[in-house]
């Protein structure tokens, strides 16, 4: 890791935080790349995990704390619990099926330099990992379409715990921008949780607010979809190797051939 991304971490301006619950499986893979990288994190555990979540998390991350969400989603649930416990001037948010790339990590240090903008959001390539350990991007996604607004100040923003929302609304007078696309972070969904656990988060969805999980069926459900093998191409970023390499050694059936 660059001097240049380890200033960032060394700073009592940012905490970063992951919320997750029956990640087990896992969560050992996503905590090793921060680790790996430098990355310090916070991890909140939802006590509602019926699998060895914490344990597991514990083993890479001593300071894992188990929480208890009142608010049904994972991350809108936690997420002002989650910004009231970390007290920093910044806080980013990134989920559990989520990797930053250490680009996107040289632009936080950057940012959080700065008293303004408020509000940051991110391009997010969808990924998925083929059998040999490649990590692929569907091409027919766009990373700008599907941005993330996870850098915040919480002392200039309120919370929300609509689905499909950043979790967050400011007013009208914060300043918000949009990350160039160099600095994306990547969703691994598709290759960590497989098509049942995908629809029983869809059904999940749908009970919270009526029809939030079916109007994105074909994105939570690709393999239903228009989407293809061939709209897949690699994604060639490095500092991912790794991490792609162990997925595709634990979930061969989840990767793409």
Same mark, same amino acid.
């Given at each position: 890791? $660059?001097?240049?991304?380890s200033?960032?971490?060394?700073?009592?301006?940012?905490?970063?935080?992951?919320?997750?619950?029956?990640?087990?499986?896992?969560?050992d893979?996503?905590?090793?790349?921060?680790?790996?990288?430098? *990355?310090?994190?916070?991890?909140?555990?939802?006590?509602?995990?019926?699998? #060895?979540?914490?344990?597991?998390?514990?083993?890479?991350? $001593?300071?894992?704390?188990?929480?208890?969400?009142?608010?049904?989603? *994972?991350a @809108?649930? =936690?997420?002002?619990?989650? $910004?009231?416990?970390?007290?920093?001037?910044?806080?980013?948010?990134?989920?559990?099926?989520?990797?930053?790339s250490?680009?996107?990590? &040289?632009?936080?240090?950057?940012a959080?330099?700065? #008293?303004?903008?408020?509000?940051?959001?991110?391009?997010?390539?969808?990924?998925? /990992? $083929?059998?040999?350990? &490649?990590? =692929?991007?569907?091409?027919? /996604?766009?990373?700008?379409?599907?941005?993330?607004?996870?850098?915040?100040?919480?002392?200039?923003?309120?919370?929300?715990?609509?689905?499909?929302?950043?979790?967050?609304?400011?007013?009208?007078?914060?300043?918000?921008?949009? &990350?160039?696309?160099?600095?994306?972070?990547?969703? =691994?969904?598709?290759?960590?949780?497989?098509? +049942?656990?995908?629809?029983?988060?869809? @059904?999940?969805?749908?009970?919270?607010?009526?029809?939030?999980?079916?109007?994105?069926?074909?994105?939570?459900?690709?393999?239903?979809?228009?989407?293809?093998?061939?709209?897949?191409?690699?994604?060639?970023?490095? +500092?991912?190797?790794?991490a792609?390499?162990?997925?595709?050694?634990?979930?061969? @059936?989840?990767?793409?051939?």
């Amino acid at each position: 890791m $660059s001097t240049r991304t380890s200033g960032l971490l060394q700073s009592g301006d940012l905490t970063i935080v992951i919320a997750t619950v029956n990640s087990a499986r896992y969560i050992d893979i996503i905590l090793r790349y921060y680790r790996v990288n430098g *990355i310090a994190v916070t991890l909140f555990v939802d006590d509602r995990s019926v699998d #060895d979540s914490f344990a597991k998390a514990r083993d890479l991350l $001593s300071d894992a704390i188990s929480t208890s969400n009142l608010g049904g989603c *994972i991350a @809108e649930g =936690l997420l002002e619990e989650m $910004s009231r416990a970390c007290r920093t001037k910044w806080l980013l948010r990134i989920d559990d099926d989520e990797l930053p790339s250490l680009a996107m990590m &040289a632009f936080v240090q950057d940012a959080v330099r700065s #008293d303004s903008p408020d509000v940051y959001a991110f391009p997010r390539e969808q990924c998925a /990992v $083929s059998r040999k350990g &490649a990590l =692929l991007r569907d091409d027919e /996604v766009s990373p700008l379409d599907h941005r993330q607004w996870r850098l915040y100040q919480p002392a200039r923003i309120a919370y929300t715990r609509g689905l499909h929302t950043p979790g967050i609304v400011w007013d009208e007078h914060a300043r918000a921008v949009t &990350a160039p696309l160099e600095a994306s972070l990547i969703h =691994l969904d598709w290759a960590v949780h497989s098509y +049942e656990e995908r629809r029983r988060k869809m @059904e999940r969805y749908d009970a919270h607010t009526a029809n939030a999980g079916t109007k994105w069926r074909s994105y939570y459900l690709y393999e239903e979809g228009p989407f293809s093998p061939a709209a897949f191409s690699e994604l060639p970023w490095p +500092e991912f190797r790794q991490a792609s390499l162990e997925i595709s050694q634990r979930f061969p @059936e989840l990767c793409l051939a």
